[in-house]
């Protein structure tokens, strides 16, 4: 069982950044594809971004949406994942997940991960 809990949400005025981090228990998580997502008031959770691998090569994928604004990173030794999103839009707005797989390769879907956060909330003021 993984547990993942989720920080660095809050509230930033457009343009703005902001890192979220989302430590993992255990001691596998290397072996994990981690993932974003997020949901907004009166929307389904979307995919934002994935990561794999380690040892000094990464595999990683986004939502159109946030290409060249956030980027994703891993810091195994620390069983971190983290989420840095620059350039913020009120668009933006949601709560943020983080998720787990373990397993190879990127993922892009809901379906595909075994573990999630409780969420943190991000809010993009305009």
């Known amino acids: 069982q993984v547990q993942l809990v989720e920080s660095g949400g809050g509230l930033v005025q457009a343009g703005g950044s902001l890192r979220l981090s989302c430590t993992a228990s255990?001691?596998?998580?290397?072996?994990?594809?981690m993932g974003w997502f997020r949901q907004a008031p009166g929307k389904e959770r979307e995919f934002v971004t994935s990561?794999?691998?380690?040892?000094?090569?990464?595999?990683?994928d986004y939502v159109d949406s946030v290409k060249g604004r956030f980027a994703i990173s891993r810091d195994n030794a620390k069983n971190t994942v983290y989420l840095q999103m620059n350039n913020l839009k009120p668009e933006d707005t949601a709560v943020y997940y983080c998720?787990?797989?373990?397993?190879?390769?990127?993922?892009?879907?809901?379906?595909?991960?075994?573990?999630w956060g409780q969420g943190t909330q991000v809010t993009v003021s305009s």
């Open positions: 998720a787990a797989r373990l397993g190879d390769g990127l993922r892009t879907t809901i379906n595909e991960y075994d573990y």
């Open positions: 255990g001691r596998t998580f290397s072996r994990y594809t």
């Open positions: 990561i794999w691998g380690g040892g000094g090569a990464y595999w990683a």
